[in-house]
């Protein structure tokens, strides 16, 4: 009786140590597993113990941001899939989308976050900005009126930005590959 007690003591001993898994973490599990991404989206996981913080870089192969890598932080939280994942982009780039502070206005990431959207919805709805940037729900709001005002000079201001240009005195990062 007193071996199956202290064999019942290192057991729990040993639960102890082992931190939990959260549902989180099941999910993103889960979600990464199920992943088809094309050649122009690759992951990256700094710490290979932590899925919930991880990069994303998109490299468009068509549309005006044709030839650069763009790079998207991705930190998902314990409430994750009842909350959408918090996604900054980690350069300054210009536009419509993505102010200079990194932050992303996708529909996705705040009032239409559903549990049943996942990470890939997330990444193909960022590549989706890259292809159709939206100039009806900018955070960027100079590059939008611009994008709607004279869409040549708007691509015009993507190269030269993506060539780590200054754009009506914003110094953004190069990012062509």
């Not at 590059?143 to 869409?151: P, S």
């Amino acid at each position: 009786m007193i071996k199956i007690w202290s064999m019942k003591k290192n057991e729990d001993a040993a639960a102890k140590k082992k931190p939990k898994t959260s549902a989180a973490q099941i999910r993103v599990q889960k979600d990464l597993t199920e992943l088809e991404l094309p050649s122009t989206m690759k992951t990256n996981f700094p710490d290979l113990a932590d899925l919930l913080n991880f990069t994303l870089t998109i490299t468009p192969d068509e549309g005006m941001y044709k030839g650069g890598a763009f790079n998207f932080s991705f930190n998902i939280n314990t409430n994750y899939p009842h909350e959408p994942p918090k996604v900054k982009c980690t350069q300054t780039i210009y536009h419509p989308n993505i102010d200079l502070e990194g932050n992303v206005c996708l529909n996705i990431l705040r009032e239409d976050w559903k549990p049943v959207l996942n990470l890939n919805s997330v990444m193909v709805g960022l590549q989706y900005l890259f292809l159709e940037p939206n100039a009806d729900d900018p955070l960027n709001k100079e590059a939008a009126e611009e994008l709607r005002r004279n869409r040549e000079h708007f691509i015009y201001n993507v190269k030269h930005a993506m060539r780590g240009g200054n754009v009506k005195g914003v110094q953004y990062d190069k990012v062509l590959v």
